[in-house]
């Protein structure tokens, strides 16, 4: 499978602050990206996701960053609150209309109130 | 509206046993695709079905086998269970076959082999 991978495994922030997540991808032929979030004893919810063709989307208190010549992808997270504690994955797929998501191996944010 | 429901959300098996997970998509959804999520680690696809029809398959034995019915839930089935199959087992629907985001997931079958 494809490698996609994170820099940090854990991140803690106070809330109120803005969170950086960030994530490293293999596959330059990568055409789609997403970002999920999830919570323990939950299954992955969608966060966001961004096409190879743009290198910023924006979504609520939530925007993507890519970054194709360094192959990598961060999720910002603006005035971080104590629900978006969870762990946070990027997945991508080498085409948009393509099945197969491949996804790294996570970063678990933890919001100090 | 129910989202993408899984059953059991716990089970347990010994090695060598043979196990079944359920997966019922949202109502007009008509692909399912499943999910390994070994504990600290990302998911990694196993299938995807799309009206009754495999359509994708990742890098895993055949002891994983699958099915998708008529009214589009789906099954997964693990042959000769070994330790390292112990994993958090995820269903995902979607209305179409391909394009965009698996945007909904249901809650997991966490299954644990001793």
């Known amino acids: 499978g494809e490698s996609v991978g994170l820099h940090l495994p854990t991140l803690s922030v106070q809330e109120g602050d803005n969170s950086i997540i960030n994530c490293a991808y293999s596959?330059?032929?990568?055409?789609?990206f997403i970002w999920y979030k999830q919570e323990s004893g939950k299954g992955p919810q969608f966060i966001i996701d961004?096409?190879?063709?743009?290198d910023k989307r924006q979504g609520q208190r939530v925007t993507v960053l890519l970054n194709k010549t360094v192959k990598h992808l961060s999720l910002q997270i603006a005035a971080t609150q104590p629900g978006d504690s969870a762990v946070y994955f990027c997945?991508?797929?080498?085409?948009?209309?393509?099945?197969?998501?491949?996804f790294g191996t996570g970063t678990s944010l933890t919001v100090i109130p | 509206d129910a989202g993408v429901t899984q059953s059991p959300t716990h089970l347990i098996k010994t090695r060598g046993q043979h196990v079944t997970l359920r997966c019922s998509p949202i109502?007009?959804?008509?692909?399912v695709s499943w999910y390994q999520q070994v504990l600290g680690q990302g998911p990694q696809f196993i299938f995807q079905?799309?009206?009754?029809?495999?359509?994708g398959r990742g890098n895993f034995p055949d002891r994983f086998s699958a099915r998708q019915f008529p009214n589009y839930s789906s099954e997964l089935n693990v042959n000769a269970l070994l330790l390292g199959d112990s994993a958090l087992y995820l269903c995902?629907?979607?209305?179409?076959?391909?394009?965009?985001?698996?945007?909904?997931f249901g809650q997991g079958t966490r299954l644990t082999v001793v």
């Open positions: 079905y799309y009206e009754k029809e495999e359509r």
């Open positions: 596959n330059s032929a990568s055409d789609y």
């Open positions: 997945a991508e797929k080498e085409d948009f209309t393509g099945n197969q998501f491949y």
């Open positions: 109502s007009g959804h008509k692909s």
């Open positions: 961004i096409r190879s063709n743009m």
């Open positions: 995902a629907s979607r209305a179409g076959m391909t394009g965009g985001p698996e945007a909904f």
